[in-house]
């Protein structure tokens, strides 16, 4: 009797309990994606938060960051480098910046199909007291499979690229690549589930496709439909979020 | 604890100087003036650190997202090698009807 009266006052609670119905968990924002603002030199050129290195097999690679940085790191699909303590003092401070040698990994890093992501991590303060946040930049490097030229119009710019091109702009705004003859896209429905969709967009002529900036990266690979056929590789990185480093 | 041993201190020194008072009240003021900029810079110090981990956090799975790139990549590769073995054998059809289309045609010849 007394069990059976236990069982009807808790019940209700065990209902509840179970059925998760009276928790409501809080709804989070996804996480911001910043423009990747890392700079430096890449064996002599210039490079500025998305960029392109040669096919060589090692590279001088200068990484200046816009604010003081206490742990570099370095990731490739193959490989993760940590530098701590690189940090510069010193009245002038001319450079945040680091210097290293990358010999990319033969077979698996120098395809042309891992990008390598820059890491600096920072927590110092600016001038106001805010933190200053951690700056990122992402390389890629060519290979001799991609040697088929276009044009990369991405962000107001319209540059030549050979083989492999790169464009950063603001997630959901409209870019294109042009070609000089009739290319074909890899299409989404053949990429096995579980790995990233190639950049979604469309053809609007027989030689140009057009996409959307996605929020984070895409890449898509282009081939020339005559014969002998050249390929292309387009990397996009799309970000809904800009540090401020004004006050730095 | 702090404010007993500060009116001890300014008790003590009043014995010895009439401007205890003043004194102590500036260098109190001076004090928690200071004291209260040090905790200040120590929290904004705090949070940057607490800034530079949740940046870790939000790129911690970089390396994956690398290796996922790749994949995708080497999918698409291999997908356009098929497309363009499907194009070339239709253009090699092709070829091959075009060619028959020009081979004049056989006449009967009378014996």
């Given amino acids: 009797m007394f069990r059976k009266w236990l069982r009807a006052l808790f019940a209700p609670f065990l209902f509840a309990a179970c059925t998760g119905s009276g928790i ?46 206490n742990e570099f790191r370095v990731i490739s699909c193959h490989r993760f480098l940590k530098f701590e303590d690189v940090i510069q003092t010193g009245w002038f401070r001319p450079n945040r910046g680091y210097e290293f040698t990358l010999s990319l990994a033969p077979g698996i890093e120098d395809t042309g199909q891992c990008p390598i992501r820059l890491q600096a991590y920072s927590k110092q303060l600016d001038k106001d007291g805010n933190p200053v946040g951690s700056a990122f930049g992402i390389l890629i490097f060519k290979n001799s499979h991609y040697t088929l030229p276009a044009e990369n119009i991405c962000n107001g710019a319209d540059g030549g690229s050979t083989g492999t091109s790169v464009c950063q702009s603001m997630a959901g705004l409209v870019e294109r690549v042009k070609f000089s003859e009739q290319v074909i896209a890899a299409n989404p429905a053949n990429i096995p589930d579980g ?24 890449a898509i690979e282009f081939a ?20 401020y480093r004004g006050s730095e | 604890m702090f404010s007993t041993i500060w009116t001890f201190i300014t008790a003590a020194f009043s014995m010895v100087s009439p401007y205890a008072p003043l004194i102590t009240g500036v260098a109190g003021t001076l004090f928690g003036y200071f004291w209260n900029q040090y905790q200040q810079h120590k929290q904004r110090q705090q949070n940057a650190i607490t800034t530079m981990a949740q940046d870790e956090d939000a790129h911690a799975s970089d390396g994956a997202i ?16 098929q ?23 056989l006449k009967e010849t009378k014996p």
């Fill in chain 1, 224 to 243: 020339s439909t005559k014969a002998p056929h050249r390929f292309a590789l387009h990397f996009a990185y799309g970000f809904n979020k800009i540090f």
């Fill in chain 2, 83 to 105: 497309q363009l073995a499907a194009i070339d054998q239709q253009a090699a059809q092709n070829q091959a009807a075009q060619a028959k289309l020009r081979q004049p045609a």
């Fill in chain 1, 195 to 218: 790995m990233p969709k190639p950049c979604q967009g469309k053809f609007i002529d027989a030689e140009t496709f057009e996409y959307v900036m996605p929020t984070g990266e895409c």
């Fill in chain 2, 66 to 81: 690398s290796v996922g790139d790749r994949q995708s990549i080497q999918a698409q590769d291999a997908d356009l090698n």
């Fill in chain 1, 24 to 69: 409501a968990l809080p709804s989070q924002a996804p996480a911001p994606i910043y423009a990747l603002d890392l700079s430096g030199q890449i064996d002599g050129v210039a490079w500025d938060g998305l960029s392109i290195g040669s096919s060589a097999p090692t590279h001088d690679i200068t990484i200046v960051s816009k604010t003081d940085v």
